[in-house]
């Protein structure tokens, strides 16, 4: 059985940082990534890694201050959130593709989803 389990969300002041984990179980994938879902709006893609060789795909509005990582030995993926902004708050989802090619920014690319985990940045 397929699982993806997040944490590491929580709320934090404008300027700080949070580190959420996925951790997936049950099969390998070719590229894991991290939407985002604000009250109100569609779910947004954030960041993607692939799995194969580690290439990193990043939305506009989180270059720069956003960072996703691997562990291929913990099948994990971590995103790092620095200068975080009220405009960050959102429930923030794990993803996971099984096909080897994919577009990393497209929802529609990925399998499995976790339950979300919520990241709350007060100004």
């Known amino acids: 059985q397929v699982q993806l389990v997040e944490s590491g969300g929580g709320l934090v002041q404008a300027g700080g940082s949070l580190r959420p984990s996925c951790a997936a179980s049950g099969r390998t994938f070719s590229t894991m990534a991290w939407f985002r879902q604000a009250p109100g709006k569609e779910r947004e893609f954030v960041a993607a890694?692939?799995?194969?060789?580690?290439?990193?795909y990043y939305a506009d509005s989180v270059k720069g201050r956003f960072t996703i990582s691997r562990d291929n030995g913990k099948n994990t993926t971590n995103l790092q959130m620095n200068s975080l902004k009220p405009e960050d708050t959102a429930v923030y989802y794990c993803?996971?593709?099984?096909?080897?090619?994919?577009?990393?920014?497209?929802?529609?690319?990925?399998?499995?989803w976790g339950q979300g985990t919520q990241v709350t940045v007060s100004s």
């Open positions: 890694i692939s799995w194969r060789d580690g290439s990193t």
């Open positions: 993803a996971a593709a099984v096909m080897p090619r994919v577009f990393p920014k497209a929802p529609s690319s990925y399998n499995y």
